[in-house]
Structure formats: C-alpha cells, structure tokens
C-alpha cells in the first residue's frame, strides 16, 4: 500500500513540475519576444516623469489602479508603458496623445509607405 501511496505521489511530482517548467519556458519565450519587438521599434527608456501628460491623464482615465513603473519612447513619439496594477505587470502602448496603438500596425503602415 505504501509503495501505491509513494508511486502515485512521485508521479504527482513529476507531472507537476514538467507542467511548472513549460510554463516558465512559455513566459521566457514571451519575454525575449517582447524585447525583440521593443528593438525593433526602437523604444528608449525615458523617466516615468518625461512622459507627457497627456499619456499619464490616459492611462489614470482607462486603468484607475495602474501606476507607471516604466516608460519608453521612440523616434515617433509612441510610448510604452510597463504599468503596475495590484502585483501584476501589464505593457501598453500609447501615442504622444494618450491613444491606445498597435505599435506593429504603425511599422507595417510605414513600410508600406515606403513600398509605394
């Protein structure tokens, strides 16, 4: 009976941290992607101060609990934001008028400009 009662927690154990090890792969992998993306962009990190205050009167308006931790800029005056909400971190991207983007849509509109 002991040895059921051991092989059934060892089993437990294994699959548990398989499972806890893909997720920490998942959330690396998202992680490296997102700087990817912020090289591409060319996002600079900026004082939570430099930010306009249009952004900050934006962000205050759509997430009342989030608070600024870190701020970006690039060379088209888009932000992005690594806001604080309770102990859960969340990025969002703003333009220099407090509006939501798509920062990949903007580069995408760019390099078709270019084409044409």
């Known amino acids: 009976m002991k040895r059921i009662i051991m092989t059934a927690a060892l089993a437990v154990s294994i699959f548990g941290a398989g499972t806890?090890?893909?997720n920490a792969q998942v959330e690396e992998?998202?992680?490296?992607?997102?700087?990817?993306?912020?090289k591409q962009m060319k996002?600079?990190?900026i004082k939570v101060s430099e930010v306009p205050q249009s952004v900050k009167k934006a962000v205050k308006s759509k997430m009342k609990r989030a608070k600024i931790a870190k701020a970006?800029?690039?060379?088209s005056d888009q932000y992005k934001l690594e806001l604080k909400i309770g102990k859960a971190m969340k990025s969002v991207y703003l333009n220099e008028k407090g509006e939501m983007i798509d920062p990949d849509m903007d580069k995408k509109a760019k390099m078709m400009k270019r084409k044409k």
Do not use: G, I, R, V
């Open 29 to 38: 992998k998202a992680d490296k992607m997102e700087m990817k993306k912020d």
């Open 20 to 22: 806890f090890s893909a």
């Open 43 to 45: 996002f600079e990190q």
């Open 72 to 75: 970006y800029k690039n060379e």
